[in-house]
């Protein structure tokens, strides 16, 4: 039987990267996105993926528009969950005249959704033989390797992700938590300038993932499978 895999932010970046990877692979996806079945890139996929592909139309902070995956899930089994839809809203912003706004909207996308979304995958993930929950973390969210400072909601919206992955790990011994860093990106967050192109990172990425043991939850690695200082 197929395995399956539900992707937040699926129609662009390292999302759209991560679902083009698991539709070749033969897996079940479940991709969730904002305005889902207006984004060309998962419709075109729609039509090759008919039977693999499951779009799902849904902001991860409303919790309304989560419902229709709430319900798929009690349908199945869920085989890896991957919380990747992520905000970077203060981008050399001085911390004195940072909008509180943009601190408790880079916790609501990056930190609480991602906690929403695993509790109302537990259930399914439970029915799988090998169940994983990705984090999609940053470099940034590293403590040990701030020497540059500023982005206070990026950086301090994954190290609270990172430490609820630390968490969750300690409490569910029978999933496997990571956190993972994709490298610096091309893509939209990411920018032209960045090093690394979205194929080599999803293909590191999906490569670690398929790589993890029980063993290994906890853990803070990049798309290299490097361990990463907390
Ligand atoms: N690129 C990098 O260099 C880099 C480095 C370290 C970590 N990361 C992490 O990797 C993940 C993916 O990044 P990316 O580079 O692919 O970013 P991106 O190109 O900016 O894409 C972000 C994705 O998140 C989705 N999203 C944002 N808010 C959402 C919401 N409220 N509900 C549903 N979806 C939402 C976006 O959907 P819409 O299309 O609807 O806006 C989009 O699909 C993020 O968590 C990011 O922090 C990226």
């Not at 698991?22 to 079940?28: F, I, R, S, T, V």
């Not at 979304?117 to 033989?129: D, E, I």
């Not at 409490?171 to 967050?189: F, K, N, R």
Request: aromatic fraction near 8%; proline fraction near 4%.
């Amino acid at each position: 039987m197929s395995q399956t895999v539900c992707i937040t932010g699926a129609a662009r970046g390292l999302g759209l990267g991560y679902t083009e990877h698991y539709l070749k692979a033969g897996w079940q996806v479940l991709a969730v996105a904002r305005k889902a079945k207006e984004k060309d890139s998962l419709k075109k996929l729609t039509q090759t993926y008919r039977d693999q592909l499951e779009v799902f139309d849904a902001d991860v902070t409303q919790y309304e528009s989560l419902l229709p995956l709430r319900k798929r899930w009690e349908a199945g089994s869920l085989d890896l969950l991957i919380n990747n839809a992520g905000v970077l809203l203060d981008r050399h912003m001085d911390f004195e005249k940072l909008p509180l706004e943009i601190l408790r909207q880079s916790f609501e996308v990056n930190v609480i959704a991602p906690v929403a979304l695993t509790q109302m995958a537990l259930p399914a993930l439970q029915k799988s033989t090998k169940p994983i929950v990705a984090m999609m973390s940053s470099l940034m969210a590293s403590i040990t390797d701030n020497a540059s400072g500023g982005y206070y909601g990026y950086r301090s919206s994954k190290t609270a992700l990172n430490m609820i992955t630390r968490s969750l790990a300690t409490d569910y011994p029978w999933l496997i938590a990571v956190a993972l860093h994709p490298g610096w990106v091309q893509t939209e967050m990411g920018g032209s300038q960045a090093p690394t192109a979205v194929e080599e990172s999803i293909s590191g990425l999906t490569r670690v993932i398929a790589g993890l043991r029980s063993e290994d939850s906890g853990q803070f690695r990049n798309f290299k499978g490097q361990t990463l200082p907390w």
